[in-house]
């Protein structure tokens, strides 16, 4: 088993297809992105875990081909479901003290703590942040470019 100081989580809402063998197909650039992380952080960090939505077999289908699988066993990447990415805000609000055990115990597995600002109604990577802050986690908070020119254009 991994120690936690060798272990960095990424909570983030990008959606991921859980495949049956243990892998995961997530946006190839965002999965670019992510071996790169991993890549820089240096022989200190041996795994990456990414706690996200995840992604219905219809967004499966019409994206599948533009998904990237990430195996846990080769990339040191695995990915942990946060909750069904099509969930309503109100199923989302009344699931959060069950997201907020599995956010625990996924903090609890890692040194580091990665996420960034949350919508306001699916508070989740606030609540991961907040939570490696209670657990003793180093926490860093990133606003990913595409959320900083979303917030210019509008």
Request: glycine share 6%; net charge positive.
């Amino acid at each position: 088993m991994t120690s936690p100081a060798a272990r960095y989580l990424v909570v983030v809402p990008v959606p991921f297809w859980p495949l049956p063998d243990g892998r995961a197909a997530l946006e190839s650039a965002f999965a670019e992105h992510l071996v790169q992380l991993l890549a820089s952080l240096g022989p200190q960090v041996q795994t990456l875990e990414v706690v996200a939505p995840v992604m219905d077999a219809a967004s499966y289908a019409r994206s599948q081909s533009t998904l990237r699988v990430i195996d846990p066993m080769v990339d040191r990447i695995s990915c942990t479901g946060a909750y069904p990415a099509q969930t309503g805000t109100l199923q989302h609000l009344l699931g959060l003290p069950r997201l907020a055990a599995r956010l625990w115990r996924a903090v609890g597995r890692a040194g580091f703590v990665h996420a960034g600002p949350s919508h306001l109604w699916r508070p989740f990577e606030n609540l991961a942040l907040a939570i490696g802050w209670l657990r003793r986690r180093t926490t860093i908070y990133i606003t990913d470019i595409d959320h900083r020119e979303s917030a210019r254009m509008n």
